[in-house]
């Protein structure tokens, strides 16, 4: 039973656009999400969260948007640069377990 | 301040064979967690720690024990490594719930 799932396991986008990635959950016990961003050979690293009270958040580049009622959460970066090609994961957590998704695949072509 | 450490990197074992996987933190974080990372299945947690003195199972518990050795330490413990287990494995720590974790660089362990 799968609570955070990343349907599309890679996306591609040109440099300079934006890049969409997106996140559903099923546990309505969840009310705090985050994304992180891995390299290969390397453990993942924080980007950006977002609390169920709010339904958007910023920092630089990344939006992270919340729709509770649809339990959808989604990744936007703008303008997408080469540099951001890696795998993001989108967690949840309601407690002190954070349940990942199985990731997506940004590939940022130039 | 190193952030997390792991040890070792690489490890490759017999089935059968047993091993201890070290995880270090010096951030004073009072959460640590193990996960396993498989092609496919994302992060999955094995356990963790809210604080010092207490464990818990997480998603994928079985085939492992956990140590939380004080507040700077959590180790992870395969009894009798299995061809299942092979994987990356990550441990993470945080200050809080509710709160982003901060990785290691992974054990990459092959159980033959």
């Known amino acids: 039973d799968q609570q955070v799932k990343q349907n599309s396991p890679s996306l591609s986008v040109q440099e300079g656009r934006i890049s969409i990635l997106n996140c559903d959950y099923t546990?309505?016990?969840?009310?705090?999400f985050l994304w992180y961003k891995k390299y290969p050979a390397e453990g993942p690293t924080f980007l950006i969260s977002i609390s169920s009270i709010k339904d958007k958040n910023e920092d630089g580049r990344f939006t992270v948007f919340l729709n509770k009622s649809a339990k959808h959460l989604s990744l936007h970066i703008v303008p997408s640069q080469p540099g951001d090609s890696a795998v993001y994961f989108c967690?949840?957590?309601?407690?002190?377990?954070?349940?990942f998704g199985t990731g997506t695949r940004l590939k940022v072509l130039a | 301040n190193a952030g997390v450490t792991q040890t070792p990197k690489f490890q490759v074992l017999k089935t059968g064979q047993s091993m201890t996987l070290q995880c270090a933190q010096d951030m004073n974080h009072n959460s640590m967690y193990w996960y396993r990372q498989d092609p496919g299945m994302g992060l999955r947690l094995i356990y963790y720690s809210a604080s010092e003195g207490t464990t818990d199972k997480g998603e994928v518990p079985n085939g492992y024990n956990v140590s939380r050795l004080n507040k700077r330490e959590f180790s992870l413990r395969l009894e009798s490594a299995a061809p299942s287990q092979t994987s990356v494995y990550f441990c993470?720590?945080?200050?809080?719930?509710?709160?982003?974790?901060?990785f290691g660089p992974g054990t990459r362990l092959t159980v033959l």
């Open positions: 993470a720590s945080s200050p809080i719930s509710y709160n982003e974790q901060f």
């Open positions: 967690a949840a957590t309601g407690t002190y377990k954070y349940i």
């Open positions: 546990n309505s016990m969840f009310d705090y």
